[in-house]
Structure formats: structure tokens, C-alpha cells
């Protein structure tokens, strides 16, 4: 176990739909990065919060958006969900804010029908 | 720009030695990691180098790093069936944003 919370483990929705998904990061860690994973891209940086802030954004659509709140949990908006969407969704939180160890949660993984 | 790169499968015997390699782009990176991913699972740190290091050793795992080449390897000792995962490879980016950038993932299997 990690540490990290990840909810919910498994979601179906349709396409034009929006989601969020929600992230406890490991007590006392203060940055949290999102990333998807789908089979033919990897592991895609999306976005990375420390303690409230945005520090880093990578290839995140315009059609999502996150923020980290003041108990430090963070929540990933995906909205007008789009079938090329469906992916694991991970959550990592490192008490660094930049670099360090990141510690995984176990993913929400969203299908998009 | 900022790219890792790996093999996408590896296949060893039992009991031999393991090596997954990785190329990075960035040459401002401070740390490089190795993850691993067992199946239906979230990814686990296994070690991670700073860039003034040149090796490092844990246990049965060895990391190298060629910061000329930007090269980076995992070399597994006595690989075991529970060795069998997906390792991820990524470096930390400092020099403009605090990102951490992850490689395709090599699928490590393993042969009896």
C-alpha cells in the first residue's frame, strides 16, 4: 500500500460526459502529479500540484482540468469525454516539489462508451 | 525537447541476468528512476540515481548511467518469475518545470 488513495477504481461512462476523478496524496506529501495511461501512448504526464499551486503542465487537454485544494487532495475534471479517452488514470505524490520519489496510487480506470 | 525512450519487450531465462536500457533527451535532468509495474497494479519506485552518480547497487539491481550517451540501464541479477513486470524508466525535468517524464515501459517475461 502506498499511501495513495485513488477514487473511484473504475468508472463507465459515455461519450460528451464529464468525470471527476479524485486523488488523497500520502500524509505529508505536498505535490501531486496526474498521468494516463492507455495501451499505445504509455505513461503521458498530464499536470503536477504542489501544495495548491500548479508547478508543471504536460500534454493535458484543454477539455481537462485539475486542481490540488487546501487539505491537499486533488481532483482530475475530464469533460465532453471523447471514446479515445478510456485510459488508466494514476495519481502520484511525492513530498518533494521537484523530483523525489513519487509514490503511485492504483488508478481509476475510466472506459468511455 | 523531453523524451525517454526503451524497448517495448525483453524476454530472459530463469536465473540469468536482466538489462532493460533507456535513453533520455534532457540533459538537465536530476534524478533518473526505475519503476515497476506488476499487472492491474499501480507503479513502484525500485531505485533512482542522481545525475552526478555514475552506478548504483541494490540488492540484485545495478543501475548504470552515461550521461554523455544520456543512457540509462537496469540490469536485474538471478532474474526470477516474480521479476515478470512492465519497468518504467523517466527523469525528473528541473530546468523549467518540475515534471517527471516516464519511458513506454519495457515488458520484462521471463523463460523456465
Known amino acids: 500500500d502506498s499511501g495513495v488513495t485513488q477514487t473511484p477504481k473504475h468508472l463507465i461512462t459515455a461519450t460528451g460526459q464529464r468525470v471527476t476523478l479524485r486523488c488523497s496524496p500520502r500524509s505529508g506529501d505536498l505535490s501531486v502529479y496526474w498521468y494516463q495511461q492507455s495501451l499505445d501512448q504509455g505513461l503521458q504526464f498530464l499536470i503536477h500540484y504542489y501544495n495548491g499551486e500548479e508547478r508543471a503542465k504536460g500534454n493535458i487537454l484543454e477539455r481537462f482540468s485539475a486542481q490540488q485544494f487546501p487539505d491537499l487532495h486533488s481532483e482530475l475534471n475530464l469533460s465532453s469525454l471523447e471514446l479515445g479517452d478510456s485510459a488508466l488514470y494514476f495519481c502520484?505524490?511525492?513530498?518533494?516539489?521537484?523530483?523525489?520519489?513519487?509514490?503511485f496510487g492504483e488508478g481509476s480506470r475510466l472506459t468511455v462508451l | 525537447g523531453e523524451d525517454v525512450e526503451q524497448s517495448l519487450f525483453l524476454s530472459v531465462r530463469e536465473g540469468d541476468s536482466s538489462v532493460i536500457n533507456c535513453t533520455y533527451t534532457d540533459s538537465s535532468s536530476t534524478y533518473l528512476y526505475w519503476y515497476k509495474q506488476e499487472p492491474g497494479a499501480g507503479l513502484q519506485l525500485l531505485t533512482y540515481i542522481f545525475s552526478n552518480m555514475d552506478m548504483k547497487q541494490d540488492q540484485r539491481l545495478t543501475v548504470l548511467l552515461n550521461k554523455k550517451d544520456k543512457h540509462l540501464s537496469l540490469r536485474i541479477a538471478d532474474t526470477q518469475t516474480g521479476d515478470s513486470a512492465i519497468y518504467f524508466c523517466?527523469?525528473?525535468?528541473?530546468?523549467?518545470?518540475?515534471?517527471?517524464?516516464f519511458g513506454s515501459g519495457t515488458r520484462l517475461s521471463i523463460r523456465p
Open positions: 502520484a505524490s511525492s513530498v518533494k516539489s521537484r523530483g523525489g520519489e513519487l509514490f
Open positions: 523517466a527523469e525528473s525535468i528541473d530546468s523549467s518545470a518540475s515534471k517527471i517524464i
